[in-house]
């Protein structure tokens, strides 16, 4: 076969973009800088061009010193939790799979997964959830920017997704409610730690549902065994031929048909490239490590990186991080449709111990700014628009027994652990047996004590009428402070790394891209499919726009998972 690729048969992938790419590119054409890329034009449009287009929405020039060809029916390109439940799903289909991965082994995060609709999630406490109404919810916390369909499909068939992701690891445990408690020192055990109480309209401030399944593993293994184990399953197919260091740089067309894959050896520097007569699956992950992405796309999260502690620090044999939009831009240059804004980025936090349950809450300046009854997501976007993005979390002696009466959601704690509860002189930033004397140990400025004094007086007036005038909490939510001793945490977003990420504002991934459809085909930019590509996991437009909607912890990696499954099985169906 022909090894030199014509200009019109190619797009290069992500060589461009990222700390010293450029240079580990061959015959790429010349880059505009980050700083110049990140800025603006003189009409306030990006810079990058003459015309106000950043550089990285075109394509560089092609690679065409092919060393090696390689046939298969699908390419699936990244394995993370999508790419490999993709690669499982079409090998399982019979399908011969080539598996790209730029780091050295597949990628493993959170352990969270939402799950519902099936006999082990209701033996595992979970109630049935209303697809429909659940979906509906998280169009409102998008503001009706993400694809009912796209979540709809993923939540019809979540439940039985992870029941068949769950089913590759041999001896997995499930933890009932009521049944025996294993041991995570020795056990890998599936466990329900999201019991929420049912959503109540008449005092809830945000609609949150449960259906969250969580995976535990010894030594704080969190979910890796369990995606080692559905790789493991793909492989025992025979017919999955996994590349590690292998870095998509770009995608190979046959007329408007996606029909292959160039890759980049990353410990060499030679390239390969794969055919597929079936598809090619972008499973890359986010951009989050892209600073001219995030600029262009996010700026509201890169103008206060900063403030962040980026985590999931994921790196290929160069120490380069991964998450570099790799696939959103080589499906872009193929012609796909990067979806249309404002991009979404998974970035949230806790106030320490008590998390964010619904205490009072003053910012730098000692006042009430908010109705506290919030999720983490929704906490994190309040507090950076704070003065000094600095805010205090104040209780009384009754904390452990309020806190029962708090809405269960994601960063919400409505049980205070023994132990907590023991050494909260330990973890509060400021105690006192009187408020003035709290105030005083804060050691604020006086006119942010006296405002800090005048705000808690308010508030306990509010407690007692029973109504939250100012900011509409519900009653049921609305503590005095009365009792001694009181408490304060003082809560200071600064960034970095952090060891108690309780203490941090996290940006764990970006969470927007191409766009597709519900069987995750991408679309071109008439919004038509274009054949051969498909987009899962981060890389999947459709999902989540703004924010990531707390509306049901998991969902995320639900998402993820669940489309790897589908569209492998939509492959074959096709074919």
């Known amino acids: ?52 287009r950043p550089a990285f929405l075109d394509a560089p020039e092609p690679i065409s010193d092919i060393k090696e060809t390689l046939e298969a029916d699908v390419v699936v390109v990244g394995l993370g939790v999508a790419g490999v439940s993709a690669t499982r799903s079409a090998a399982e289909e019979g399908l011969k799979v080539i598996a790209l991965e730029r780091c050295a082994e597949p990628s493993a995060r959170s352990s969270q997964f939402a799950a519902f609709n099936t006999d082990n999630a209701r033996k595992m406490g979970i109630e049935d959830v209303d697809a429909a109404a659940l979906v509906n919810e998280m169009m409102v916390q998008t503001g009706h920017r993400a694809d009912f369909r796209v979540l709809k499909n993923w939540a019809d068939h979540c439940g039985e997704a992870f ?5 590759a690891y041999d001896g997995l445990l499930w933890q009932t409610p009521e049944g025996e408690k294993y041991d995570a020192d020795k056990d890998s055990f599936v466990v329900n730690r999201n019991q929420y109480k049912p959503y109540d309209p008449a005092i809830d401030h945000e609609r949150v549902f449960t259906g969250t399944l969580s995976f535990s593993t010894p030594n704080k293994g ?25 870095r998509a740089r770009q995608l190979v067309k046959e007329g408007d048909r996606v029909t292959g894959v160039i890759y980049e050896d990353v410990t060499t520097g030679e390239f390969t490239q794969v055919n597929a007569g079936k598809g090619v699956v972008l499973a890359t992950g986010g951009y989050v490590r892209n600073d001219e992405l995030l600029a262009y796309y996010i700026p509201w999260i890169h103008n206060l990186k900063d403030k962040f502690t980026f985590t999931y620090a994921h790196m290929d044999a160069n120490g380069e ?18 979806e249309e804004g404002p991009h979404c980025a998974m970035a949230h936090g806790d106030l320490g111990k008590l998390g964010v349950d619904a205490f009072l809450q003053l910012n730098a300046l000692g006042e009430r700014y908010i109705n506290e009854d919030l999720t983490n997501d929704h906490f994190g976007s309040a507090i950076l628009r ?41 973890w509060t930033s400021a105690q006192g047996g009187t408020i003035d004397e709290l105030i005083a140990n804060l050691q604020v400025d006086a006119d942010v004590a006296a405002t800090m004094k ?19 909490k519900a009653a049921e939510r609305m503590f005095a402070l009365s009792t001694p001793p009181f408490y304060a945490i003082r809560y200071e977003v600064s960034g970095g790394p952090s060891d108690d990420t309780h203490n941090a504002l996290r940006c764990l991934v970006t969470m927007s891209g191409l766009s597709t459809n519900k069987h995750a085909q991408v679309l071109d930019e008439n919004l038509g499919v274009l054949p051969g590509l498909y987009a899962v996991g981060n890389t999947q437009g459709g999902r989540f726009l703004g924010d990531y909607p707390a509306t049901l912890a998991g969902a995320s990696h639900s998402i993820a998972m669940t489309y790897g499954y589908l569209t492998g099985k939509f492959i074959a169906e096709q074919s």
């Open 1 to 52: 076969m022909e090894n030199r690729v014509s200009r019109r048969s190619f797009l290069i992938g992500a060589g461009a973009l990222g700390a010293g790419l450029a240079a580990s590119m061959a015959g790429c054409a010349p880059q505009a800088s980050a700083e110049k890329e990140a800025g603006s034009a003189a009409d306030g449009s990006p810079s990058g061009t003459s015309t106000g």
């Open 163 to 167: 029941d068949w992701y769950a089913g």
């Open 222 to 246: 969190g979910h890796k065994p369990i995606m080692l184990a559905n790789f493991e399953k793909a492989q025992a197919t025979g017919n999955v031929d996994a590349r590690f260091n292998a």
């Open 321 to 338: 991080f991964t998450d570099q939009g790799d696939g959103m831009l080589m499906g872009h240059w193929a012609g796909g449709h990067i």
């Open 386 to 426: 704070q003065p000094q993005t600095t805010i205090y979390q104040i209780f009384d002696a009754n904390f452990v027994e309020q806190a029962k009466s708090m809405q269960s959601s994601l960063g919400a704690y409505t049980s205070i652990a023994p132990e907590t509860a023991e050494t909260v002189d330990e």
């Open 454 to 472: 005048a705000e808690i007086e308010r508030y306990n007036e509010l407690c007692e009428k029973g109504v939250d005038e100012d900011f509409g």
